[in-house]
T-cell receptor
Framework: NAGVTQTPKFQVLKTGQSMTLQCAQD?????MSWYRQDPGMGLRLIHY???????DQGEVPNGYNVSRSTTEDFPLRLLSAAPSQTSVYFC????????????FGSGTQLSVL | GENVEQHPSTLSVQEGDSAVIKCTYS??????FPWYKQELGKRPQLIID?????GEKKDQRIAVTLNKTAKHFSLHITETQPEDSAVYFC????????????FGTGTRLAVRP
């Protein structure tokens, strides 16, 4: 049981490049989400999904796209990277309903030069 | 939307002393309040959570208290040990589980041996 798996662990991009951060979970969780973590800012919600085919914006969605074609996968796309998107990105998932807890992946450290 | 404030941003205690971290939230409809511990370079991990129908919850050396009237909740760690050194995040959401959590900005706890 791998839990929440994120790839890559590290990535360096040039301004304007595009890339996709991968997230997969094998726990059959309905809910999946992406957070970014910046020093002194805590974790901020980018996008989330409550099931396949359903996505919605979080607190800081600009510059990011997501899709949820399967229950297991929730990729995060940066269409044109900017230095302001330098951050650590965490994918997290959970069941929906009472008493369910959020589980995080190991994170992707992204630098945009 | 929800706003969660967390204090202090840094906390240094002597091994064996107690540590208290406080959070306030703005959305009176929030009813789920988890606490996460993040060690350096690692993912956030849930250490304890509380729901709005409970005023206090304990798990060995950690406890969380909730005051819904005042919209604040606190994490208490007793008999601190060096391995308690980490960044701690509080969070809040309207749901009863880990979806759409809004996080505080974190408290860096250092336990001096």
């Amino acid at each position: 049981n791998a839990g929440v798996t994120q790839t890559p662990k590290f990535q360096v991009l040039k301004t304007g490049q595009s890339m996709t951060l991968q997230c997969a979970q094998d726990m059959n969780h309905e809910y999946m989400s992406w957070y970014r973590q910046d020093p002194g800012m805590g974790l901020r919600l980018i996008h989330y999904s409550v099931g396949a085919g359903i996505t919605d914006q979080g607190e800081v969605p600009n510059g990011y796209n997501v899709s949820r074609s399967t229950t297991e996968d929730f990729p995060l796309r940066l269409l044109s990277a900017a230095p302001s998107q330098t951050s650590v990105y965490f994918c997290a998932s959970s069941f929906l309903g009472s008493n369910e807890k959020l589980f995080f992946g190991s994170g992707t450290q992204l630098s945009v030069l | 939307g929800e706003n969660v404030e967390q204090h202090p941003s840094t906390l240094s205690v002597q091994e064996g002393d107690s540590a208290v971290i406080k959070c306030t939230y703005s959305d009176s409809a929030s009813n789920y309040f988890p606490w996460y511990k993040q060690e350096l370079g690692k993912r956030p991990q849930l250490i304890i959570d509380i729901r709005s129908n409970v005023g206090e919850k304990k798990d060995q050396r950690i406890a969380v208290t909730l005051n819904k009237t005042a919209k604040h909740f606190s994490l208490h760690i007793t008999e601190t040990q060096p391995e308690d050194s980490a960044v701690y995040f509080c969070a809040a959401s309207r749901g009863s589980s880990g979806d759409k959590l809004t996080f505080g900005t974190g408290t860096r706890l250092a336990v001096r041996p």
